[in-house]
């Protein structure tokens, strides 16, 4: 059976847990086990940076054996945190790679490499040498068309190409909609048929559409 490790760090983190990244990292590990728990040995990766979250995600993914969740401790590297600290970033980068590499996944998925400029997120992509097939989420490239307004700042600028540098190393990209896949492939040179489309959907429990709501809107 396949081994596929997800990482849970865009639920946990304040930038994107309770946001869309977040929602979708949720929502698309919970339908991946819905459909593939048969095909699939299905593996969640938890930063320990983030106590508070960790059972409480636990208690979303009861249907995942509790051997399966693993925590990467980032030890006191929380407490000192800095996006300028680069050394001590990529150590722990290289950590969580042979952390990893020690699941023996098949597969590792990231919905979101993009955390960690102000809080203790790590996320990178084949800083080791591995066999595991990395899988990336890389919503869009807004930054690229709006550079002024969100990568003037030096600092933040190294950190965000870095982390699509990253994202085209991956051997397979997602992306949210065929516009997003041509900024990809028109502002990285990324190769088109490592980019595949993956249509958002919609959470049923939570939006609705029925007769009432519509005739309401016409009004």
């Known amino acids: 059976m396949i081994k596929i490790l997800f990482d849970l760090q865009p639920l946990q983190s304040n930038a994107s847990g309770q946001r869309g990244v977040g929602r979708y990292t949720q929502n698309l590990i919970k339908n991946f086990i819905d459909i593939f728990s048969n095909e699939y040995e299905i593996h969640l990766l938890l930063n320990n940076a983030f106590p508070d979250s960790v059972e409480l995600i636990k208690n979303q993914f009861t249907m995942i054996n509790d051997d399966k969740f693993h925590l990467f401790n980032t030890n006191a590297f929380d ?3 800095s996006v300028t600290n680069k050394d001590l970033i990529k150590a722990y980068e290289i950590l969580k790679e042979i952390f990893i590499s020690s699941i023996n996944p ?5 919905t979101n490499l993009q955390e960690g400029f102000s809080e203790p997120c790590i996320s990178s992509v084949k800083c080791t040498q591995s066999n595991i097939f990395y899988i990336t989420t890389l919503h869009d490239l807004v930054p690229f068309h709006y550079m002024d307004d969100y990568l ?6 190294e950190w965000y190409k870095n982390k699509i540098d990253y994202a085209l190393k991956s051997d397979l990209i997602l992306t949210d909609s065929v516009s997003s896949k041509d900024d990809i492939i028109k502002f990285t040179n990324a190769e088109p048929d490592k980019v595949e489309v993956v249509d958002l959907g919609f959470d049923n429990s939570g939006f609705s559409i029925n007769d009432s709501n519509i005739n309401e809107r016409a009004v």
């Open 152 to 157: 003037s700042n030096p600092v933040v600028n």
């Open 106 to 110: 098949d597969i590792f998925v990231s």
């Open 79 to 81: 407490t000192i945190y």
